[in-house]
């Protein structure tokens, strides 16, 4: 079966932004305060992808991403941290610094 004729296969983005049936994909209350309308709603989530992210901020989400760590400020990721009990940002590359004992 070529692929998009099986709904299963539906992407998100076909679900909500051409209206295109799937029984995997459920509408999200945000998506649903788009518009009044189905047709409203796909509109103004089409326009969301109207433009593409500058690089600097694709970079940002891939490094994050592959390191499985938070996109946001310093208050978000202590928030996260707490929540789920890891580090959320990169750590410093190396061993962390020896530090001489003074001499008595």
Same mark, same amino acid.
């Not at 070529?2 to 051409?18: K, L, V």
């Not at 694709?58 to 580090?87: H, K, P, S, Y």
């Given at each position: 079966?070529? %692929?998009?004729?099986?709904?299963? %296969? ?9 209206? #295109? ?17 189905? #047709? ?8 969301? +992808?109207?433009?593409?992210? #500058? ?13 499985? +760590? ?5 208050? %978000? ?14 750590? !410093?590359?190396?061993?962390?610094? !020896?530090?001489? #004992?003074?001499?008595?």
């Amino acid at each position: 079966m070529p %692929f998009g004729t099986d709904h299963s %296969f539906t992407t998100s983005y076909r679900a909500n932004a051409e209206g #295109e049936a799937s029984t995997l994909i459920q509408a999200h209350g945000l998506y649903s305060a788009l518009g009044q309308d189905a #047709e409203r709603r796909q509109v103004a989530y089409r326009e969301l +992808f109207r433009h593409e992210l #500058e690089p600097e901020l694709m970079d940002q989400i891939r490094r994050v991403t592959n390191g499985n +760590f938070v996109l946001g400020d310093g208050r %978000f990721a202590r928030e996260i941290e707490a929540v789920i009990g890891r580090r959320t940002v990169p750590g !410093k590359s190396g061993r962390p610094r !020896k530090y001489a #004992e003074p001499a008595s």
